[in-house]
Protein backbone atom coordinates (compact mmCIF):
# COMPACT_ATOMS: atom_id res chain seq x y z
CA UNK A 1 0.00 0.00 0.00
CA UNK A 2 1.57 3.45 -1.19
CA UNK A 3 2.50 5.80 2.08
CA UNK A 4 2.26 9.16 2.56
CA UNK A 5 4.01 12.24 4.17
CA UNK A 6 2.70 15.21 5.44
CA UNK A 7 4.12 17.86 7.81
CA UNK A 8 2.53 17.79 10.86
CA UNK A 9 1.88 21.36 10.98
CA UNK A 10 1.00 24.25 9.41
CA UNK A 11 -0.19 28.14 10.13
CA UNK A 12 -1.90 30.22 7.83
CA UNK A 13 -2.93 33.72 8.04
CA UNK A 14 -6.87 34.31 7.60
CA UNK A 15 -7.80 35.04 4.14
CA UNK A 16 -4.90 33.70 2.53
CA UNK A 17 -4.60 30.61 0.93
CA UNK A 18 -3.39 27.46 2.61
CA UNK A 19 -1.14 25.11 0.46
CA UNK A 20 -0.64 21.97 2.22
CA UNK A 21 1.69 19.42 0.55
CA UNK A 22 1.72 15.70 0.28
CA UNK A 23 4.11 12.92 -0.66
CA UNK A 24 2.95 10.04 -2.18
CA UNK A 25 6.02 8.70 -3.89
CA UNK A 26 5.26 5.07 -4.11
CA UNK A 27 1.51 5.61 -5.73
CA UNK A 28 0.36 3.35 -7.85
CA UNK A 29 -1.21 4.00 -11.17
CA UNK A 30 -4.86 3.27 -10.22
CA UNK A 31 -4.76 4.85 -7.05
CA UNK A 32 -6.62 8.23 -6.31
CA UNK A 33 -5.21 11.04 -3.96
CA UNK A 34 -8.27 11.79 -1.43
CA UNK A 35 -7.96 14.41 1.34
CA UNK A 36 -9.80 14.24 4.45
CA UNK A 37 -10.23 17.24 7.16
CA UNK A 38 -11.01 16.22 10.99
CA UNK A 39 -12.09 19.48 13.07
CA UNK A 40 -11.59 18.91 16.71
CA UNK A 41 -12.58 15.58 17.81
CA UNK A 42 -15.18 15.28 15.23
CA UNK A 43 -15.67 12.39 12.65
CA UNK A 44 -13.41 12.91 9.24
CA UNK A 45 -15.00 14.92 6.59
CA UNK A 46 -14.20 14.38 2.75
CA UNK A 47 -12.74 17.76 0.90
CA UNK A 48 -11.48 15.94 -2.72
CA UNK A 49 -10.15 13.47 -4.42
CA UNK A 50 -8.39 12.65 -7.66
CA UNK A 51 -6.20 10.48 -9.68
CA UNK A 52 -4.05 12.20 -12.48
CA UNK A 53 -5.79 15.83 -12.88
CA UNK A 54 -5.77 18.84 -10.77
CA UNK A 55 -9.39 19.23 -9.11
CA UNK A 56 -11.52 21.95 -7.95
CA UNK A 57 -14.55 21.74 -5.66
CA UNK A 58 -16.40 24.48 -3.52
CA UNK A 59 -14.02 23.66 -0.87
CA UNK A 60 -10.82 23.48 -2.23
CA UNK A 61 -8.44 22.43 -5.05
CA UNK A 62 -6.15 19.24 -5.44
CA UNK A 63 -2.63 19.66 -8.01
CA UNK A 64 -1.35 16.80 -8.34
CA UNK A 65 2.44 16.62 -9.78
CA UNK A 66 2.88 15.31 -13.51
CA UNK A 67 4.49 11.97 -11.76
CA UNK A 68 1.75 11.37 -9.44
CA UNK A 69 4.39 11.18 -6.42
CA UNK A 70 3.31 14.38 -4.33
CA UNK A 71 0.03 16.92 -4.88
CA UNK A 72 -0.59 19.56 -2.69
CA UNK A 73 -4.39 21.09 -1.03
CA UNK A 74 -5.27 24.34 -1.52
CA UNK A 75 -7.91 25.99 0.51
CA UNK A 76 -7.70 29.12 -1.34
CA UNK A 77 -9.20 32.05 1.44
CA UNK A 78 -8.44 30.27 4.84
CA UNK A 79 -11.02 31.04 7.13
CA UNK A 80 -10.57 30.32 11.41
CA UNK A 81 -12.95 27.62 10.71
CA UNK A 82 -10.73 25.69 8.23
CA UNK A 83 -8.59 25.07 11.22
CA UNK A 84 -8.28 21.11 11.33
CA UNK A 85 -6.20 18.18 11.04
CA UNK A 86 -5.78 17.74 7.15
CA UNK A 87 -5.11 13.70 5.60
CA UNK A 88 -3.88 12.86 2.27
CA UNK A 89 -4.75 9.53 2.13
CA UNK A 90 -3.92 7.22 -0.89
CA UNK A 91 -6.97 4.37 -1.59
CA UNK A 92 -5.19 1.45 -0.88
CA UNK A 93 -6.13 -1.73 -2.86
CA UNK A 94 -5.82 -5.18 -1.68
CA UNK A 95 -7.32 -8.36 -3.40
CA UNK A 96 -8.85 -5.99 -5.57
CA UNK A 97 -11.10 -4.15 -2.91
CA UNK A 98 -10.72 -0.73 -1.36
CA UNK A 99 -9.81 0.19 1.95
CA UNK A 100 -8.39 3.71 3.41
CA UNK A 101 -5.10 4.19 5.45
CA UNK A 102 -4.64 7.44 7.22
CA UNK A 103 -1.77 8.82 8.29
CA UNK A 104 -0.96 11.42 11.12
CA UNK A 105 -2.31 13.96 8.99
CA UNK A 106 -0.92 17.96 9.12
CA UNK A 107 -2.87 20.33 11.67
CA UNK A 108 -3.68 23.29 10.03
CA UNK A 109 -4.22 26.43 12.70
CA UNK A 110 -5.77 29.20 10.50
CA UNK A 111 -4.51 32.28 12.67
CA UNK A 112 -6.55 36.28 12.88
CA UNK B 1 -30.56 12.65 11.38
CA UNK B 2 -26.86 11.98 10.83
CA UNK B 3 -26.13 9.38 8.22
CA UNK B 4 -23.65 7.31 9.70
CA UNK B 5 -24.42 7.30 14.01
CA UNK B 6 -22.70 5.71 17.00
CA UNK B 7 -23.92 4.54 19.88
CA UNK B 8 -22.75 5.63 22.91
CA UNK B 9 -20.98 8.77 22.38
CA UNK B 10 -19.21 8.40 25.88
CA UNK B 11 -18.76 5.24 27.84
CA UNK B 12 -16.19 4.86 30.71
CA UNK B 13 -16.30 1.03 31.71
CA UNK B 14 -14.05 -1.09 33.92
CA UNK B 15 -11.14 -3.52 32.76
CA UNK B 16 -12.23 -6.61 32.06
CA UNK B 17 -15.39 -6.02 31.23
CA UNK B 18 -17.47 -6.88 27.65
CA UNK B 19 -18.52 -3.15 25.83
CA UNK B 20 -20.23 -3.54 22.35
CA UNK B 21 -20.12 -0.07 19.99
CA UNK B 22 -22.90 -0.12 17.24
CA UNK B 23 -22.82 1.82 13.90
CA UNK B 24 -25.91 2.71 11.76
CA UNK B 25 -26.35 4.12 8.63
CA UNK B 26 -28.96 5.31 6.70
CA UNK B 27 -26.37 5.45 3.34
CA UNK B 28 -27.96 2.63 1.80
CA UNK B 29 -23.67 1.81 1.42
CA UNK B 30 -22.47 -1.70 1.62
CA UNK B 31 -19.10 -0.65 2.94
CA UNK B 32 -18.60 -0.17 6.69
CA UNK B 33 -15.56 0.38 8.45
CA UNK B 34 -14.12 0.86 12.28
CA UNK B 35 -11.12 2.98 13.52
CA UNK B 36 -9.59 4.06 16.25
CA UNK B 37 -7.73 7.09 17.10
CA UNK B 38 -5.71 7.79 20.32
CA UNK B 39 -4.41 11.37 21.06
CA UNK B 40 -1.85 13.04 18.65
CA UNK B 41 -2.02 9.80 15.56
CA UNK B 42 -4.56 9.54 12.65
CA UNK B 43 -6.94 6.71 12.51
CA UNK B 44 -6.27 3.31 12.20
CA UNK B 45 -8.64 0.58 10.87
CA UNK B 46 -9.65 -2.06 12.98
CA UNK B 47 -12.11 -3.99 10.90
CA UNK B 48 -13.99 -3.22 7.89
CA UNK B 49 -16.47 -4.92 6.11
CA UNK B 50 -17.58 -5.11 2.32
CA UNK B 51 -20.88 -6.81 2.59
CA UNK B 52 -23.32 -8.63 5.15
CA UNK B 53 -21.14 -11.97 4.65
CA UNK B 54 -18.09 -10.37 4.41
CA UNK B 55 -15.68 -8.93 7.45
CA UNK B 56 -11.81 -8.26 7.20
CA UNK B 57 -9.54 -7.46 9.98
CA UNK B 58 -7.73 -3.98 9.72
CA UNK B 59 -3.89 -2.96 11.30
CA UNK B 60 -5.02 -3.25 14.71
CA UNK B 61 -8.04 -5.80 15.46
CA UNK B 62 -6.04 -7.74 18.14
CA UNK B 63 -8.74 -7.26 20.80
CA UNK B 64 -12.12 -6.65 18.55
CA UNK B 65 -14.20 -8.74 17.42
CA UNK B 66 -17.22 -7.17 14.72
CA UNK B 67 -20.48 -8.33 13.78
CA UNK B 68 -21.95 -6.94 10.50
CA UNK B 69 -25.82 -7.98 11.63
CA UNK B 70 -27.08 -6.21 8.54
CA UNK B 71 -26.85 -3.70 5.34
CA UNK B 72 -26.75 -1.00 7.66
CA UNK B 73 -25.69 -2.21 11.59
CA UNK B 74 -22.10 -2.87 12.17
CA UNK B 75 -21.19 -3.33 15.86
CA UNK B 76 -17.73 -3.90 17.35
CA UNK B 77 -17.20 -5.61 20.71
CA UNK B 78 -14.24 -5.45 23.10
CA UNK B 79 -14.17 -8.77 24.59
CA UNK B 80 -12.44 -7.89 27.52
CA UNK B 81 -11.92 -4.19 27.86
CA UNK B 82 -8.37 -3.06 28.89
CA UNK B 83 -6.73 0.02 29.39
CA UNK B 84 -4.91 0.41 26.27
CA UNK B 85 -8.14 0.58 24.57
CA UNK B 86 -9.11 4.15 25.52
CA UNK B 87 -9.34 6.07 22.42
CA UNK B 88 -11.74 7.56 20.21
CA UNK B 89 -13.82 5.23 18.08
CA UNK B 90 -15.03 6.25 14.33
CA UNK B 91 -17.30 4.00 12.77
CA UNK B 92 -17.57 4.79 8.81
CA UNK B 93 -19.48 3.98 5.49
CA UNK B 94 -18.75 3.99 1.80
CA UNK B 95 -20.05 2.89 -1.47
CA UNK B 96 -18.68 0.48 -4.03
CA UNK B 97 -17.50 2.30 -6.98
CA UNK B 98 -14.90 2.16 -9.64
CA UNK B 99 -12.40 3.90 -6.58
CA UNK B 100 -13.78 7.28 -7.03
CA UNK B 101 -16.25 7.23 -3.95
CA UNK B 102 -15.99 9.41 -0.23
CA UNK B 103 -15.97 7.87 3.07
CA UNK B 104 -19.04 8.82 5.35
CA UNK B 105 -17.95 8.96 9.32
CA UNK B 106 -20.05 8.87 12.59
CA UNK B 107 -19.34 11.58 15.08
CA UNK B 108 -17.26 8.96 17.40
CA UNK B 109 -17.93 7.39 20.35
CA UNK B 110 -15.25 8.33 22.95
CA UNK B 111 -14.28 4.84 25.06
CA UNK B 112 -12.43 4.94 28.66
CA UNK B 113 -11.36 2.21 30.05
CA UNK B 114 -10.30 2.26 33.71
Known amino acids: DAKTTQPPSMDCAEGRAANLPCNHSTISGNEYVYWYRQIHSQGPQYIIH???NNETNEMASLIITEDRKSSTLILPHATLRDTAVYYCIVRASTSGTYKYIFGTGTRLKVLA | DADVTQTPRNRITKTGKRIMLECSQT?????MYWYRQDPGLGLRLIYYSFDVKDINKGEISDGYSVSRQAQAKFSLSLESAIPNQTALYFC?????????????FGQGTRLTVV
Open chain 1, 50 to 52: GLK
Open chain 2, 27 to 31: KGHDR
Open chain 2, 92 to 104: ATSDPGAGMTEAF
